[in-house]
Nanobody, 111 residues
Framework: QVQLVESGGGLVQPGGSLRLSCATS????????MRWFRQAPGKDLQWVSS???????TYTTSVKGRFTISRDNAKAALYLQMDSLNYDDTAVYYC?????RGQGTRVTVSS
């Protein structure tokens, strides 16, 4: 079955960087459309970024120019490089294939 395991979250100061990873198994990763979502405390789930099988990337407006999504098909892994983090980026981040999400990794931006 589809398995998604996120890692890389943590506590970071404003302006800092983190790289999230999502290890996947149970499906053909190289042909899959993959997404990152996040859920801030008390808020709804928000789409962050997507990448298709050809490497075409899209981002929600608030992270454009700061976040970079990437994939390594050989490792069946999805990544999210997050730079210039600010308080509004505090959330639990999830990778997703279709309606399936992992358990998430928490990112806290705080001074």
């Amino acid at each position: 079955q589809v398995q998604l395991v996120e890692s890389g979250g943590g506590l970071v100061q404003p302006g800092g960087s983190l790289r999230l990873s999502c290890a996947t198994s149970g499906f053909d990763f190289s042909s899959s459309y993959m997404r990152w979502f996040r859920q801030a405390p008390g808020k709804d789930l928000q789409w962050v970024s997507s990448i298709d099988k050809d490497g075409i990337k899209t981002y929600t407006t608030s992270v454009k120019g700061r976040f970079t999504i990437s994939r390594d098909n050989a490792k069946a892994a999805l990544y999210l490089q997050m730079d210039s983090l600010n308080y509004d980026d505090t959330a639990v981040y999830y990778c997703a294939k279709g309606a399936t999400r992992g358990q998430g990794t928490r990112v806290t931006v705080s001074s």
